[in-house]
């Protein structure tokens, strides 16, 4: 029985795999890229959306120059179905590498899985750049064995760690503004995390650093990822006197939460991470309920990074209707990371491409700055480096049925550092119900 559904599960996930760009029999002519993912959820696609982007512009402009010849890019789609099942994303991840002869891998997005597929694409000595997952391991296994972990590179987002950073400072710009506007001596913070395995050091960080902040903790929710009803956790977030609420999700539970703290009108503003929160779907999927909510972000409408950004998200914005998330950077890995790299090595050799990439750094992307960092020991990662003149992320806000960027708005990053806006960025707006409740 076993064997009999481990055979269906691998015919299914070849039925979830498809070519985008040339025919069958042109194959020698391409660099096959595979993309792997969700698909069936916004994540995945904002990976396909992002690759396709990229092998169009990089086709039209005569594709890649490999040595003598040029060649040109066709992408694989996987569906890697990772929200469900490590064992489908596996499947999927092997199936690109030897079934469809994918030369690189671009996406992945749940850590457990990422993970798990990572070691396939090391087993087959496969550069893979991961556009999704967060937890640190992935890229301290380069430094702990890198002769075997080499071919993996983060390429968005910046690690766990550096995200709870971020969202620390965004958490405390907004306590700032809560404290000057209402008068409220001390900000109590609510967390709540969806019950899953990246999200446990953030928790365990946020709870060692809000007395560092001069904040209170109110408690700690952990519902699932998937929940359907979070009326329960809301009450008590309410009871608990929280002033804020400090989320940490990645799926669609951050859609039930926004919609019911919105119906219920929960005096508490929402800031952290809710990757829901992040696509223009949101606002339709909460009915209407996510006003006020702040999640970080990479791109917004109208907010500029530096010269690529414009170009990237109004071209994404004009094919699919929407701002691209951050997993639609599978287009920066491909081409400013992969083809830049292929080019310089000459080669489609791993080892060879792996060597380009690590010195290809630092270069500029939509998103800000890519480069990466070592470890204490000066081992390398082939994790990103985060801060001011790299990437930071935005912090971004639903006003008035719009996501806009509100963060950085005259970051002062430390002492004697030079104040960090970027073009498009507007003030933070509070919820009126909220100053109802604490205005005096």
């Not at 009326?231 to 999700?249: C, D, K, N, R, Y």
């Not at 070592?374 to 639903?398: A, C, I, M």
């Amino acid at each position: 029985m076993k064997k009999g559904l481990a055979v269906w599960s691998v015919i299914g996930a070849v039925c979830l795999v498809m070519t985008c760009g040339f025919p069958a029999g042109a194959a020698d002519d391409v660099i096959k890229i595979g993309v792997i993912g969700p698909m069936n959820f916004m994540q995945g696609k904002g990976h396909w959306g992002g690759a396709v982007m990229a092998m169009e512009e990089i086709n039209a402009k005569g594709g890649v120059q490999v040595g003598d010849k040029k060649m040109k890019i066709e992408v694989i789609k996987a569906d890697s179905n990772e929200f469900l099942s490590i064992t489908d994303a596996t499947n999927a991840m092997e199936l690109l590498l030897t079934r469809n002869k994918a030369d690189f891998v671009v996406g992945g997005f749940r850590t457990e899985a990422v993970l798990a597929m990572q070691d396939v694409a090391m087993d087959n000595k496969k550069i893979f750049i991961g556009c999704g997952a967060a937890h640190p391991e992935l890229c301290t296994r380069v430094a702990k064995d890198y002769n075997r972990y080499k071919y993996f590179f983060r390429g968005t987002p910046f690690n766990s760690m550096f995200l709870v950073k971020t969202c620390f400072i965004q958490m405390a710009t907004v306590a700032g503004i809560l404290k000057q506007t209402l008068n409220i001596p001390k900000i109590k913070v609510a967390i709540v995390a969806e019950k899953q395995v990246w999200a446990d050091p953030m928790v365990a960080a946020t709870q060692k650093t809000l007395p560092q902040l001069g904040m209170e903790e109110a408690g700690v929710w952990r519902p699932s990822q998937t929940a359907t009803d979070v009326t329960a956790e809301l009450s008590a977030i309410q009871s608990s006197g929280a002033h804020v609420i400090f989320t940490i999700f990645s799926a669609s539970v951050g859609i039930t939460f926004a919609r019911q703290a919105g119906e219920l009108k929960i005096p508490a503003a929402q800031v952290g991470i809710n990757v829901e929160g992040q696509k223009e779907g949101f606002w339709d999927a909460t009915q209407g309920m996510a006003n006020y909510v702040m999640t970080m972000n990479t791109y917004a409408r109208d907010v500029e990074y530096n010269e690529l950004t414009r170009p990237f998200v109004d071209e994404y914005i004009k094919r699919y209707n929407e701002v691209p998330t951050y997993n639609a950077d599978t287009y920066s890995a491909i081409v400013s990371s992969i083809v830049p790299a292929i080019e310089k090595a000459g080669s489609l050799d791993s080892d060879k491409v792996v060597q380009a990439i690590e010195s290809g750094v630092p270069h500029k992307v939509a998103s800000g700055i890519i480069d990466y960092i070592k470890d204490e020991e000066g081992r390398p990662l082939h994790e990103l480096r985060w801060g001011p003149g790299y990437l930071t992320s935005l912090g971004v806000q639903w006003q008035d049925g719009k996501l806009v960027g509100v963060w950085p708005n005259k970051w002062k990053p430390a002492e004697g550092a030079p104040e960090i806006t970027y073009k498009g960025i507007v003030p933070y707006k509070i919820a009126p119900w909220i100053i109802e409740k604490y205005k005096k």
